[in-house]
């Protein structure tokens, strides 16, 4: 299957490779497919990018990388709609937003990304923990 995007021009994704939202991002409610496209080899970045919008790509980021105490607490009712029954099926990643001075790039930590990786799903998971802040300095303060 080829797509039109912005950024990466027409690409060829295998549909294997599409992730499934449970629900959409909150901001974008017409869009839940995305695949994961690596930003380089050697770069933590990667690009989230919408199938249906060819305009519509996040810059995501595994927090463990910036930030290694941070944990998601998932309800039961996350977990369900992720169909997770194992914890090494997750993976946690963080919308970056980074600005025309990328030292000061921030982090979403309030409202991770969270996918079952075998079964390709994933969601927005909004914490209720408001020492989580939603523009966390990857570099520090």
Known sequence: MK????????IE?????IIQLTQP????PDYHRYIIKDHSEDSPFKWFQAID???LA???LDPQLFKPDYQVYLTNNDTEELALNN???AAVYCLVVIPNDPKKMTANLQAPLVFNRPKKLAKQVVLNNPDLPIKYP???G
């Open 58 to 60: 996040f810059v995501i």
């Open 138 to 140: 990857v570099f520090g």
């Open 53 to 55: 919008e060819g305009a």
């Open 25 to 28: 991002l909150l901001g974008f």
């Open 13 to 17: 994704i295998n549909e294997e490779e």
């Open 3 to 10: 797509i039109q995007t912005t950024r990466f021009g027409e």
């Open 87 to 89: 914890a090494d099926d």
